[in-house]
């Protein structure tokens, strides 16, 4: 009968070897991968040891010197990785998953559903201080950070649930403390970000293991890493405040220290990627792509040459000077087909800035054979009006009239006099802010009147005396312009500086009153004249001295966080069709959870942590156990949301969060119907019942705290 259905569907010895290529292939694959994940790991636990086993003939004075790599760091780290599991958990909850479901439509119900970040800590692998181009009120300091971990992280979209495990992130990581205070903490706050895109990799499970596929992988890590470089990436920064009256906003967004004008003359003898039948020299499609921070920029391509000359101008805005590079990779254009890497380079930025100006031919690595050439002028920020004369006149002898003359950056703050409705919570607001073609906004403010957003915007200007800044004033979800203001940047030339709050234009009810600041600079070529400008200081408000019934109020900028409720054992009570006989309220069993509610994405989080005592259902001696809940705030019933099962356990621990969508003035009133339920087998489902009880509870928020 085989050999008839072969012959019957037209199959081949073809397809057998074909299937057999791609099975040896992916082996092959998974090898070299696990071979790499094993590799990262012993680095992090004995570093020595794991490069001394891969490498046996290292002559005996060949020695890894202890300097610079603060193995005392990485005891530290050891020390307290355990207890950073709640607070990296919030970070991600309360900033990285509403900035994802912000970024695409089908993301909208994307959601942490487990956070454990396992019991390998990361390892700095080297650390270095900064003592030049450092002003006298902050620390900088570099880590080359390297994680390997066993996190087990697991991501809900819909239905569907997908698990990351072997994690692996390695990069440089700066810490800057500033500004620095003569009086206890020493510190007004901690910044921290990642000088370029760090390498990120990891394996999908559960349902993600479909995209464990070429193409799919490469695009899913690649969203991954554009997320990672929206949040932690420079111009981005993630700022600690240590003071509460410490002005966040101006730590997350300082003035930049310059502008990098490249441009990207043309290639020599590249690899050919494309074998060329009638010659045997081939040809390449050749494109590059620039990254300085997240900034990313794209050249043309050139068809059919090893030897291309794009002659093309980019302006990077740059925020770290020291310690900042620019990558460099060069690839060969496939339509359809995944682009062929011809080599990368590196550009050290600090040096370019001193340098002033710089010519290079730049040897591509990872490759045969290539060379790429760049130059590259500095340009640092002046607050000298008279700076604008010069650099207008070198644009004009050295015909490059595209070329930008100026940097323009917005600080927006916060609104007042926003229209009313009936409900505040209805109230969700961001400002978009629009210049020759460029847009940015701020998040959403959401369920507020008086909207605060303390966020900044850089723009580069060709002609300060002609360009216009446009600001708007949407609500969220039907993109109404509530109010607008069309800002000319020569209003702002004379003083280079403005802080006076914008009254927006055709607003309906009142006059809604935008506080924004306006900074303008010039670029400036001259090294050494205002090329590593003194920033602004960051103001710090003394607070008035405590009082015994002051309740010490949240740092601006913190993670908008409130608790309503942390319950250890909430006792389950059978129900009518549970699988034994009720009992008594309490005998079914205790179910511990933590209740809180996020300001930011507007939703109340719950995590359910572990039950215990649950009784088995009939004929069993344990039980598949999972929790299904629902929020009901009045009339308005959410989606029943659930965990994963627990199999086999009577003392099943989940630690997995659910979200509802409710305001805090929502949740105050709502009531939370809780579920514990045994999942039945297939057979059993098919028969129309899918689960048993093993016991239910309802809490009422209005009456927790």
Same mark, same amino acid.
Not at 129 to 139: D, F, G, L, P, Q
Not at 249 to 264: N, W
Not at 290 to 304: D, E, P
């Given at each position: 009968?085989?050999?008839?259905?072969?012959?019957?569907?037209?199959?081949?010895?073809?397809?057998?070897?074909?299937?057999?290529?791609i099975?040896?292939?992916?082996?092959?694959?998974?090898?070299?991968?696990?071979?790499k994940?094993?590799?990262?790991?012993?680095?992090?636990?004995?570093?020595? !040891?794991?490069?001394?086993?891969?490498?046996?003939?290292?002559?005996?004075?060949?020695y890894?010197?202890?300097?610079?790599?603060?193995?005392?760091?990485?005891?530290? /780290?050891?020390q307290v990785?355990?207890?950073?599991?709640?607070?990296?958990?919030?970070?991600l909850?309360?900033?990285?998953?509403?900035?994802?479901?912000?970024?695409?439509?089908?993301?909208?119900?994307?959601?942490?559903?487990?956070?454990?970040?396992?019991?390998?800590?990361?390892?700095v692998?080297?650390?270095?201080?900064?003592?030049?181009?450092?002003?006298?009120? $902050?620390?900088?300091?570099?880590?080359?950070?390297?994680?390997?971990?066993?996190?087990?992280?697991?991501?809900?979209?819909?239905?569907?649930?997908?698990?990351?495990?072997?994690?692996?992130?390695?990069?440089?990581?700066?810490?800057v403390m500033?500004?620095?205070?003569?009086?206890?903490?020493?510190?007004?706050?901690?910044?921290?970000?990642?000088?370029?895109?760090?390498?990120?990799?990891?394996?999908?499970?559960?349902?993600? $293991?479909?995209?464990?596929?070429?193409?799919?992988?490469?695009?899913?890590?690649?969203?991954v890493?554009?997320?990672?470089?929206?949040?932690?990436?420079?111009?981005?920064r993630?700022?600690?405040?240590?003071?509460?009256?410490?002005d966040?906003?101006?730590?997350?967004?300082?003035?930049?220290?310059?502008?990098l004008?490249?441009?990207?003359?043309?290639?020599?003898e590249?690899?050919?990627?494309d074998?060329?039948?009638?010659?045997?020299?081939?040809?390449?499609?050749?494109?590059?792509?620039? #990254?300085?921070?997240?900034?990313?920029?794209?050249?043309?391509?050139?068809?059919?040459? /090893?030897?291309?000359?794009?002659?093309?101008?980019?302006?990077?805005?740059?925020?770290e000077v020291?310690?900042?590079?620019m990558q460099i990779?060069?690839?060969?254009?496939?339509?359809?087909?995944?682009?062929?890497?011809?080599?990368?380079?590196?550009?050290?930025?600090g040096?370019?800035?001193?340098?002033?100006?710089?010519?290079?031919?730049?040897? /591509?690595e990872?490759?045969?054979t290539?060379?790429?050439?760049?130059?590259?002028s500095?340009?640092?920020?002046?607050s000298?009006? $008279?700076?604008?004369?010069?650099?207008?006149?070198?644009?004009?002898?050295?015909?490059m009239d595209?070329?930008?003359?100026?940097?323009?950056?917005?600080?927006?703050?916060?609104?007042?006099?926003?229209?009313?409705?009936?409900?505040?919570?209805?109230?969700?607001?961001?400002?978009?802010?629009?210049?020759?073609?460029?847009?940015?906004?701020?998040?959403?403010q959401?369920?507020?009147?008086?909207?605060?957003?303390?966020?900044?915007?850089t723009?580069l200007?060709k002609?300060? #005396?002609?360009?216009?800044?446009?600001?708007?004033l949407?609500?969220?979800?039907?993109?109404?312009?509530?109010?607008?203001?069309?800002?000319?940047?020569?209003?702002?030339?004379?003083?280079?500086?403005?802080?006076?709050?914008?009254? /927006?234009?055709?607003s309906?009810g009142?006059?809604? $009153?935008?506080?924004?600041?306006?900074?303008?600079?010039?670029?400036?070529?001259?090294?050494?004249?205002?090329?590593?400008?003194?920033?602004?200081?960051?103001?710090?408000?003394?607070?008035?001295?405590?009082?015994?019934? !002051?309740?010490p109020?949240?740092?601006?900028?913190?993670?908008?966080?409130?608790?309503l409720?942390?319950?250890?054992?909430?006792?389950l009570?059978?129900?009518?069709?549970?699988p034994?006989t009720?009992?008594?309220k309490g005998?079914?069993?205790?179910?511990?959870?933590?209740?809180?509610?996020?300001?930011?994405?507007n939703?109340?989080?719950?995590?359910?942590?572990?039950?215990?005592?649950?009784?088995?259902?009939?004929?069993?001696?344990?039980?598949?156990?999972?929790?299904?809940?629902?929020?009901r705030?009045?009339?308005?019933?959410?989606?029943?949301?659930?965990?994963?099962?627990?199999?086999?356990?009577?003392?099943?621990?989940?630690?997995?969060?659910?979200?509802?969508?409710?305001?805090?003035?929502?949740a105050?009133?709502?009531?939370?119907?809780?579920?514990?339920?045994?999942?039945r087998?297939?057979?059993?489902?098919?028969?129309?019942?899918?689960?048993w009880?093993?016991?239910?509870?309802?809490?009422?928020?209005?009456?927790?705290d």
């Amino acid at each position: 009968v085989l050999v008839w259905l072969v012959g019957y569907w037209g199959f081949s010895i073809t397809w057998v070897m074909l299937g057999l290529f791609i099975w040896m292939w992916r082996e092959k694959k998974i090898k070299k991968k696990n071979f790499k994940i094993r590799t990262a790991r012993g680095v992090a636990q004995n570093e020595q !040891a794991t490069i001394l086993s891969c490498v046996q003939d290292l002559p005996s004075w060949v020695y890894f010197p202890d300097v610079e790599k603060a193995e005392w760091l990485n005891k530290i /780290l050891s020390q307290v990785w355990p207890n950073l599991d709640r607070y990296v958990e919030e970070t991600l909850r309360m900033s990285v998953e509403p900035a994802v479901q912000q970024a695409n439509e089908m993301l909208k119900s994307f959601q942490f559903s487990k956070i454990d970040l396992g019991d390998e800590p990361p390892r700095v692998a080297g650390v270095q201080v900064y003592t030049e181009y450092v002003k006298k009120n $902050e620390i900088v300091m570099d880590m080359q950070l390297m994680y390997s971990g066993d996190c087990d992280i697991q991501i809900r979209i819909k239905r569907f649930l997908a698990g990351v495990q072997d994690l692996q992130i390695q990069g440089t990581v700066r810490v800057v403390m500033k500004p620095l205070m003569s009086q206890h903490p020493l510190v007004g706050g901690i910044t921290v970000f990642f000088l370029n895109r760090p390498e990120i990799n990891f394996s999908l499970s559960n349902i993600g $293991e479909v995209l464990n596929f070429p193409g799919l992988s490469s695009l899913l890590k690649g969203v991954v890493a554009d997320q990672v470089a929206a949040f932690m990436v420079l111009p981005n920064r993630f700022p600690i405040p240590l003071v509460p009256e410490l002005d966040v906003s101006r730590l997350r967004y300082p003035l930049p220290k310059g502008v990098l004008r490249i441009q990207l003359k043309e290639a020599k003898e590249l690899m050919s990627a494309d074998p060329d039948f009638f010659t045997k020299k081939g040809k390449s499609d050749p494109y590059c792509i620039l #990254h300085v921070g997240a900034q990313i920029f794209k050249s043309k391509t050139i068809q059919r040459t /090893l030897d291309p000359k794009w002659n093309q101008y980019f302006e990077a805005v740059v925020y770290e000077v020291e310690g900042q590079t620019m990558q460099i990779n060069v690839f060969d254009e496939d339509p359809g087909l995944k682009d062929d890497p011809l080599g990368n380079a590196t550009v050290n930025i600090g040096q370019v800035a001193t340098a002033g100006f710089t010519d290079v031919w730049l040897p /591509l690595e990872d490759t045969k054979t290539g060379q790429v050439r760049l130059r590259m002028s500095w340009l640092g920020l002046s607050s000298q009006r $008279e700076a604008l004369e010069k650099i207008e006149r070198m644009k004009r002898v050295t015909d490059m009239d595209e070329m930008s003359s100026a940097l323009l950056f917005v600080r927006v703050d916060s609104a007042t006099g926003l229209p009313g409705k009936k409900k505040v919570e209805d109230i969700n607001t961001y400002v978009e802010l629009t210049m020759a073609g460029k847009h940015e906004k701020t998040w959403v403010q959401w369920g507020t009147d008086k909207p605060a957003w303390g966020q900044g915007f850089t723009f580069l200007l060709k002609d300060p #005396h002609s360009e216009e800044l446009l600001v708007e004033l949407k609500e969220e979800k039907s993109k109404k312009i509530l109010g607008k203001k069309i800002v000319p940047v020569s209003s702002v030339l004379r003083t280079m500086k403005s802080s006076e709050p914008v009254i /927006l234009e055709g607003s309906k009810g009142g006059n809604i $009153e935008l506080k924004m600041e306006l900074i303008l600079r010039i670029l400036s070529s001259e090294v050494g004249e205002e090329s590593f400008e003194e920033e602004e200081d960051i103001p710090i408000t003394p607070s008035p001295p405590p009082t015994p019934d !002051a309740v010490p109020a949240s740092p601006r900028g913190m993670i908008p966080e409130i608790r309503l409720a942390s319950i250890s054992e909430t006792e389950l009570s059978s129900t009518p069709d549970s699988p034994h006989t009720p009992v008594n309220k309490g005998e079914a069993g205790q179910l511990q959870m933590t209740i809180y509610h996020s300001h930011n994405s507007n939703k109340v989080l719950v995590t359910v942590h572990k039950a215990r005592n649950l009784l088995p259902p009939r004929g069993s001696k344990v039980c598949d156990a999972y929790v299904r809940m629902r929020l009901r705030c009045g009339e308005k019933k959410s989606d029943l949301k659930k965990t994963g099962v627990c199999k086999e356990n009577l003392n099943p621990a989940w630690d997995e969060t659910l979200s509802f969508p409710a305001t805090l003035a929502e949740a105050k009133q709502g009531r939370l119907e809780v579920a514990v339920k045994h999942k039945r087998s297939l057979l059993k489902t098919f028969r129309g019942i899918d689960s048993w009880f093993l016991g239910e509870v309802e809490v009422d928020l209005s009456k927790l705290d």
